[in-house]
């Protein structure tokens, strides 16, 4: 992040626009909104500035920059077609410590003006540090229309009842969790459709009868796909974006993590393979001790949390102990890195089904029902493979796989950085090892693996 966005009250502030043609009429129009007072320097003007000077009130010098013009300036803008001159208005204000944007010139100054979403008094502003305003003005466009305007009578809802709530609930948790429970319940519908009064009334009588120590902490287990942000669920993004805490673990990609709300607090809980790492007993016990201090405990698993993400027993334990809880699935990762590789799962010319597999060693053995995989001719995906893929291979050859059964390894699956790797089971360990395959990694096996070929890699973004 080059840029920090940082909102600044400009109301009744000296701010200084050097230029008189269409960017400085632009420029003093978009800030005539925050009312400040404005000072414009140029030898001439054009229509539609002086228009706005007559009609503002603005202060006109009609003459040539000089630097005495920046004394007392909050907010300097060089908006004149004259490059040379833009870059000297901004090393004055620069060496001055004075905010200074050069338009069109992003490098000269030290503030961006962004592409704004007026929902007052709710303010949304997109920016991209000055390298594509065309490409910020069309995604302004897009949230216009997915932002109604019932945001900003919602907003000044909410404003005037702020006391109200602080009084309530001196606790910021605990009032922030009040505010999601009834902006996204019959509240925050009651505002958006035009009722603000009855939504006023509703709120209020909530506030009056309010007791912070009845607030309960609940647990969201919420399965964050293979790795893609674009495969949540809309669900699990509600729920990311209003825990108080989350409990991730490794296999959770930093693209998804990045999407919970910034203020949760983090808490990693990934089980490595060392005798000193977490166990998940202690993730259980985490959960319900983060709920019982009434907080929203976002458990944030890599694919689904019901398909080797030892959720159930997470629920169970929560059950036990009276924790209230949501479950959303999320995509697996056999779904999500067979379809970003290319590689159906099952076919009507090559198998109708498909073995989801467990590749992780217990004590150090591979205890599996090596037979029936062999002689179910099915798919077999296998995860968490990457130690065991020489005895994976191994067993099913000796239990009688052809040892040119077609095998793919998976690396990173859905993500910027996945890696296939397609060749036998007799052949595929040894080319992943000399490629340095890393966790986390998904073997699949089976004839379909030939499609892979055939068909092509499918046309998705990875980045």
Partial sequence: MESFPLFIKLKGQPVLIVGGGSIAWHKANMLSRAEPEIKIVAPELDFATRKLINEKGYEHVAREYQSSDLSGVRLVIAATDDAELN???????????????????????????????????????????????????????????????????????????????????????????????????????????????????????????????????????????????????????????????????????????????REAERIYVGKDLNPYSITQENINQALVDQARMGKRVLRLKGGDPFIFGRGGEELEKLAEEGIPFQVVPGITAASGCASYAGIPLTHRDHCHSVHFITGHRRNGVLNLDWQQLVAAEETLVFYMSLNGIEEIAEKLIEYGMSAEMPAAMVEKGTSPDQRVWTATISTIAPIIRADKATAPTLLIVGTVVRLRDKLGTPKVSLG
């Fill in 87 to 261: 870059g000297r208005i901004a090393s004055d204000a620069d060496e001055l410590g004075i905010l200074v944007n050069a338009v069109d010139m992003p490098d000269l100054g030290n503030a961006i003006f962004p592409s704004i979403v007026d929902r007052s008094p709710m303010i949304i502003a997109v920016g991209s540090g000055g390298r594509s305003p065309v490409l910020v003005r069309l995604l302004r466009a897009r949230l216009e229309t997915l932002i109604p305007a019932g945001y900003g009578k919602l907003s000044e809802l909410v404003g005037s009842l702020r006391n109200k709530a602080r009084s309530a609930f001196p606790d910021m948790d605990v009032r922030r969790r009040f505010w999601d429970r009834h902006l996204q319940g019959h509240a925050g519908q009651m505002a958006m459709s035009g009722d603000v009064a009855g939504a006023r009334t509703l709120l209020e009588n909530e506030l009056d009868k309010a007791d912070p120590n009845l607030e309960t902490g609940e647990v969201y287990l919420v399965g964050g796909g293979p790795g893609d942000p674009d495969l949540l669920t809309f669900r699990a993004l509600r729920l990311m974006q209003q825990c108080d805490v989350v409990l991730y673990d490794r296999l959770v990609s930093k693209s998804v993590l990045e999407l919970v709300r």
